[in-house]
């Protein structure tokens, strides 16, 4: 019982310490390398014969291209 405290402490003072100083395009990268690999296992499966089912065209279009257009945005203007 004094170990799981302990690992509930550790938890506990590593978000308050530490996570608090990420910032908000940090957060904002991890989302986007969280969504696109969510699409990795439906692609390697149609790679590899398992499924034909496919993701809606839209979700995959959304996720795909708003992330680059975002890209291209801060690499155009966010050149000072």
Do not use: R
């Not at 699409?39 to 291209?65: E, N, R, S």
């Amino acid at each position: 019982m004094d170990k799981i405290d302990l690992y509930l402490t550790n938890i506990k003072s590593f978000f308050l310490e530490k996570f608090s100083h990420i910032s908000a395009e940090a957060i904002g990268w991890i989302a986007v390398i969280i969504l696109h690999c969510a699409t990795l296992p439906t692609w390697l499966a149609q790679m590899q014969g398992l499924t034909d089912k496919l993701p809606g065209v839209d979700i995959i279009l959304m996720v795909w291209l708003t992330s680059y257009q975002g890209l291209i945005l801060f690499l155009w203007f966010g050149q000072d």
